[in-house]
């Protein structure tokens, strides 16, 4: 039988990931399954959990982080450990139903490299949809991504993709945007969003922000081709400015300097040169956390019984 590997971030899931993982086994039976799950620096009893059911489980690797590295972060770590031939990511919190795993893996045994989810109807707070449409929109400017696909946390990755895309080690990964630079062979099928069943999204501003500085930092230069454009868009309209302002002086002698426009005017051209002035700091900051090291994640303990518990 065929291997398929469920990597699974923990953050806070000690309610439902016991019965996340009963509900995956009853629902997939025509192959043999491995389950890789991360604890992403949980406030709550999920390592204790996890711990329980690696040991308990020949089926379970359980990989805990020493603190809160973000989604993504503890998804690269999850795909680290995964041996199967399909490996699908899902959360935690049942939003992304056991039953629709299959539809994913029978798509990306067909022949594609990455298979999304999408969703006729959304079950997201108002904010994390929003956060989505934003997501969706820089995406596809930033990275390339077609308009029509939609870059969801359930989807199934090949292995042969899986170990192109772990060979990134920066402190700042974002997976869709590796997945778009490994491959184009991607598709998408529909899927169900159930509600979540414990709790509230762990997603908040903060992390949205994180996010989308992730994606335009880390895997593309065109906000300094926008900063550019701006600056010589800037000075070209400086120079006609500054052509209009001689002839109008010379046609009307008498008139008066505008102190206002001058002040606006200042305002305006300092604020964009802070802006990115903060714009190139932000890449020189995140190529320093590069070369100096810093971890994309650590790890705590791997509890399993294949490797010795």
């Known amino acids: 039988m065929t291997l398929i590997s469920l990597v699974i971030p923990v953050y806070n899931g000690a309610g439902t990931i016991e019965r996340l993982c009963h509900a995956i086994r009853s629902e997939i039976r025509e192959y043999r399954i491995e389950i890789v799950l991360v604890n992403d620096g949980s406030r709550d009893d999920s390592d204790a959990v996890c711990t329980r ?3 308990e489980s020949d089926d379970i690797v359980f990989v805990s982080l020493r603190k809160n590295f973000g989604e993504h972060n503890a998804v690269m770590c999850g795909l680290n ?21 299959l539809k994913l893996v029978k798509m990306a045994e067909g022949g594609f490299d990455v298979v999304y989810s999408k969703y006729e109807h959304k079950q997201h707070h108002w904010f994390r949809n929003a956060g989505s449409r934003l997501n969706d929109a820089f995406a596809t400017w930033l990275l390339g991504k077609p308009r029509n ?8 990755i090949r292995l042969e993709v899986i170990r192109e895309i772990i060979k990134y080690r920066g402190p700042f990964p974002y997976v ?5 630079r490994v491959t184009n062979n991607i598709g998408s099928t529909y899927v169900e969003h159930a509600r979540r069943e414990e709790g509230r999204s762990n997603y908040t501003l903060k992390k949205l922000i994180s996010l989308y500085l992730n994606m335009f930092l880390n895997f593309s230069i065109k906000p300094l081709r926008l900063f550019t454009m701006t600056g010589f868009a800037l000075f070209t309209l400086g120079i006609v400015l500054s052509i209009y302002f001689i002839i109008d002086k010379i046609l009307n002698p008498d008139m008066q300097i505008g102190w206002t426009s001058i002040i606006v005017t200042i305002l305006i051209f300092n604020g964009i040169q802070l802006m990115f002035s903060g714009l190139i700091g932000e890449y020189l900051g995140k190529n320093y956390l590069d070369q100096n090291g810093t971890p994309q994640w650590v790890v705590k303990k791997v509890v399993a019984k294949q490797i010795g518990g």
């Open 53 to 55: 059911l690696a040991t």
């Open 81 to 101: 450990y995964v041996t199967g031939e399909v490996a699908v990511i899902l959360d935690d919190d049942f939003q992304n139903p056991p039953s629709e795993i």
């Open 149 to 156: 696909l939609y870059l969801s946390s359930f989807k199934a």
């Open 176 to 180: 869709d945007g590796l997945l778009l």
